[in-house]
């Protein structure tokens, strides 16, 4: 009798285990659409929930028809379609917001951006406080914060469940680094801390396997201002949205792998983090090992070279106003 229900328990596991599901609000946007398509040939995910203001049940429709094992729903734009799509979610995706234009930082994005993801976060904190919350809308240095307060304020805040997804960061600057020493991009690994706009954005060539590279200050303008060089080539019609779904869905195919029982899963992601709360800064982004619990272990910066160290001090001086800008908004518009 114990044996078997210990066997029926196994079983259970292993199939509660495949059942994932994963949403996506902002679905049927420049990031949402691609996004949702590599969600959707992921064989881990097994429920795909596409939310949006405009667009998502015709975004479903169509990805539906691919012939993959998993189900595919967009809902529409009604306060229940939003807590249908949440609800039971492991992983929620926020690339809900407006981009950037030529001559925009992404700060200037914040006011049109932050109540956005402050309604988003309110949602799931009701119908899905225990996912797993990923936030792509920018500013990322203020929108993370955002969702923290709001999960503080509904009294089911988990610090390992909330990531600024800053991957495309750590994708481009591998990409650049290929480009200039003619080697495989899956070869180069760049771990880039601190924030996700600008300055505070720093590259650590040092710790790679082309330490002088921290010297080249070509290219670490080129990793810090990647996204304003979609920018100017979009010219008028948005950002990064394809490489940022590529990223987007890395960062949830390595939630999902860490979910799933893989050990040493670690991505360079915003988090709420211990490493300068003595400075005031809650959040920092830097190496993070994932877990089946989301935050397994945030790893320090590590030793750094003098010029790295210029450019950590001028991202905390950045990064410390971006984040209280996130917490005095949801104190001045709950
Ligand atoms: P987009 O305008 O093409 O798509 C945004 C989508 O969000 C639209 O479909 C829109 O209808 C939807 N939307 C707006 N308000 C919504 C709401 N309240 N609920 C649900 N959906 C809503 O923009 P995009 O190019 O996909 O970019 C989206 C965001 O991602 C921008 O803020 C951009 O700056 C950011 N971004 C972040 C990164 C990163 O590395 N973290 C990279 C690229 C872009
Ligand atoms: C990026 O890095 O490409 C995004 O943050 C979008 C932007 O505004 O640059």
């Not at 990805?63 to 379609?81: C, D, F």
């Not at 119908?127 to 919350?133: F, G, K, V």
């Not at 991009?185 to 040092?206: M, Q, R």
């Not at 790679?208 to 590279?213: G, N, P, V, Y």
């Amino acid at each position: 009798m114990f044996a078997a229900s210990r066997i029926q328990t196994r079983a259970f596991s292993a199939s509660a285990r495949q059942l994932t599901k994963v949403s996506v609000l902002g679905a049927a946007g420049g990031i949402g659409q691609p996004l949702s398509l590599l969600l959707k040939l992921n064989p881990r995910v097994s429920e795909l929930a596409l939310y949006d203001i405009r667009g998502a049940p015709g975004v479903g429709a169509d990805l539906s028809h691919i012939n993959t094992k998993s189900t595919v729903k967009g809902y529409e734009p009604t306060a229940s379609g939003l807590a249908d799509a949440l609800k039971g979610s492991e992983i929620v995706l926020i690339p809900a917001g407006v981009p950037r234009k030529p001559g925009m930082t992404r700060d200037d994005l914040f006011n049109t951006n932050a109540s956005i993801v402050r309604d988003l976060a309110k949602a799931c904190a009701e119908s899905c406080p225990e996912a797993n919350i990923l936030v792509i809308s920018n500013p990322v240095n203020s929108t993370v914060p955002i969702v923290s307060e709001i999960f503080k304020k509904a009294g089911v805040y988990n610090p390992k469940r909330l990531f600024g997804v800053t991957t495309l960061d750590v994708v481009r600057a591998s990409r650049f680094v290929s480009e200039i020493k003619g080697t495989d991009p899956k070869d180069e690994n760049i771990t880039v801390v601190g924030g996700h706009s600008g300055v505070t954005i720093v590259p650590l060539f040092s710790q790679s396997k082309h330490s002088e590279l921290s010297k080249n200050e070509q290219l670490i303008h080129r990793v810090q201002f990647g996204g304003d060089e979609v920018v100017k080539a979009k010219d008028g019609a948005g950002s990064a949205t394809l490489s940022m779904a590529m990223a987007g869905a890395r960062m949830a195919e390595s939630l999902l792998r860490a979910a799933q029982g893989e050990k040493g899963v670690i991505e360079p992601t915003f988090v709420d983090s211990p490493l300068y709360k003595d400075q005031g800064i809650d959040f920092f982004a830097s190496k993070v090992e994932l877990g089946p619990n989301g935050v397994e272990k945030i790893y320090p910066v590590g030793p750094i070279d003098e010029v790295e160290q210029k450019l950590l001090d001028a991202c905390l001086v950045d990064l410390k106003k971006n984040i209280q800008k996130g917490k005095d908004f949801v104190a001045a518009n709950p």
